[in-house]
């Protein structure tokens, strides 16, 4: 079955309002593992866009030896953690990782030391997260394990999980998304102009009709780990916040190309901001 609605009433548990007796523990807590150095801004960019998500605690975790810097400035609210800290704690609702990651044997380490951990809850991989998964059949069997699993790949690195060229996937992208998804017993989203929505277990597929050539901008996946996380530590289940992530994400873009005069220029830092809006504007227009 192949829906593609665009509309938040397909996606209620995210477009609730709050209950009044609310608490940031309500809203769960989000760990993104990446940032390896010189990538520091793709988690900065994934824990922000969390945050701006309605996250109620939000991590990143840092690939590096020491923080790369104290604090991030523009938002004191994320916390900050080496990657190695982060993984010994025990409150974590749901996982993020591969954003700026790197390929390297630590980056191995790392991702291994993340699925195991993470085998109970929310784990989302995207990036490198992928791409060592298409490279290292260990990591590809402990994914294949874990019950809880969101993949996002952009065409290139489905390509390098599937073993074809990135013509191939895009020769064919319902097929493709399937055998991902089919692969790792996991949500799949294969990314790009009307990405695509499936998971093993639910034979639907959900294309998405938001978003436009704006989101072709480094950062806007990073952006989109974020939005999805942030929906999984709130306790909204994975098809729900994967389809509604992905649909907030083009519509947060669709917003911004809207007040700067179209598509061209468009940061992903711009996006989170977005994101929040369309969340509560469409909570609102539900009420
Ligand atoms: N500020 C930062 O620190 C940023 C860090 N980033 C990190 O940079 C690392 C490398 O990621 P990349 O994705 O750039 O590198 P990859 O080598 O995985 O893939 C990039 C290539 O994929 C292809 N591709 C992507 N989308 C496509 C589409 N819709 N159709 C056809 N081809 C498509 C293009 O050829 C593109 O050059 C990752 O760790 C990533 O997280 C990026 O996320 C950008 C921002
Ligand atoms: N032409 C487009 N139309 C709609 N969405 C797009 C388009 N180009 C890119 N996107 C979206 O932007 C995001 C890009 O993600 P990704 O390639 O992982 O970027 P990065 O690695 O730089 O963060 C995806 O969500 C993708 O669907």
Redesign the pocket.
Known sequence: MEICVNAPSMFPSVFMPRPLDSHKGTFGTLAII???Q????????ASTAAVYTGCGKVWAGFHQKTLPMPIIAQHPEIMLACAHELLIREDISAWVT??????DEDAVIVLEKVLSKSMNAPLLL???A??LLSQRPQLSTLAQQHSHLILTP????AA?LLGIS?AD??ADRHSAVKAIAQKYQATVVL???HSLVYAFDNDTLYTNHSGNPGL?T?????VLSGVIGALCAQGIDNWQATCAGVWLHGAAADYLASQIGGEIGLL?SELPHAVRYIRNRAIQQRK
């Open positions: 990446g940032g390896s010189g990538m520091s801004g793709a988690i900065v960019l591969g954003c700026g990651l790197g390929l995207d990036a490198d992928l791409t952009h065409p290139t690195e390098r990135t996937i895009q990314k790009g102009h072709a480094a950062g806007s996946g990073d992903s």
